[in-house]
């Protein structure tokens, strides 16, 4: 009998999100010392994507789905354990942290992307786009040996109206790179800055920012025109005219600005916690993404949740659309040659604690 795809024709339409709808935003800071940070949110305004968080094994076998809805593709076994963030099925990891030190993440790429047309002859070798990541982080430990992995895989989609997507991924010394699949094939990019949106493709958001070539950070000094004299408002009017809305383009410029200017801080946990901080600027509320008259979800954000790792102390950090405190995993205290695979929802209470202050 042949495997069939888990999940209902809801979960799957949540997943071929339209195209206002996608969302990711991540950067990377780093410690004084060089310690690589990777952080990043994804944004969803259709309905809550029952994120939850997955533990992987070392041997832990999976197999890829197939676009005509079973398990038929690429079968692999996870070399390293790791703990990941999923989407709809514990299966559908989109972004984690292996016990090599290796983090990976998906990012949607509407519109830019092109795989290759599924063909049965190479399902041994196909794998679904939303499967690469746990494909990579059971088998890579450096970006090298990602690329390496690629070189023979077919990546498809599981359904022909979803958006194709595009990966960065980083190894423990910081070095990261993303991919994009385009015109069919895999084009990698050394990802030096740090930064990575949706669409379009990552060397033009690398080009785009010399259109800001005037911004800077802290307070303009004051000017004259003719006879008149001009003071900024404000701290921060150096940076007047950064774009302030929604799309991919405008968010890249923002988080490249907003990334550069953090100062170092002298640990990975303090620069976890300003990871947060810079992320805060990029949560989109739930209201915008729809035109008047359109029905918005009973949903907090649309940023459902928001993801640091520390690649050195291999700790994985997240908050949700649900619960704004910061919660964690310690992949060094976790046996993965013993541990079971198990995997749990992000929030078991979907409310944020609120604590009242008592006045005697």
Sequence with gaps: MKKTILFSIMALSALIMPQESHACTGITLHTTTGLPVTARTIEWAGNDLESR?????????????????????????????????????????VEGINEAGLAAGLFYFPDYGEYEKYDAAKKDRTISDLQLVSYILGK???????????????????????????????????????????????????????VLTNSPSFDWHLTNLNNYVNLQTGRIDKTKIGNMSLRSFGGG???????????????????????????????????????????????IPVGIQFAEGQEVPDIPSATQWTV??????????????????IRYFNLKEINFKKVKFQSFPLDLKKSQAMERIKVE
């Design 53 to 93: 968080y997955s533990i992987v094994p070392q041997g832990y076998r999976q197999q890829s789905y197939l676009p005509d809805g079973t398990k038929g593709g690429l079968a692999f076994q996870a070399k390293y354990g790791y703990v990941g963030l999923a989407v709809q099925q514990a299966e559908f990891v």
């Design 308 to 325: 640091a790792t520390d690649l050195k102390h291999r700790c994985i950090y997240y908050r949700t659309m649900h619960n704004a405190n």
């Design 140 to 194: 890579c430990r450096t970006v090298d040996e990602v690329k390496e992995a690629v070189k023979d895989l077919h990546v498809v989609t599981i359904d022909p109206r979803g958006s194709t997507v595009h990966w960065r991924f980083t190894e423990e010394g910081g070095r990261q790179i993303v991919l994009e699949i385009i015109g069919k094939k895999p084009h990698f990019y050394e990802n030096t800055l740090g």
């Design 237 to 283: 009017s150096g940076l007047h005219g950064i774009p302030g809305d929604m799309t991919p383009p405008s968010r890249f410029v923002r988080a490249a600005f907003f990334q550069s200017s953090a100062p170092r801080l002298d640990n990975t946990e303090k620069t976890i916690e300003q990871a947060f901080h810079i992320l805060n600027n990029f949560d």
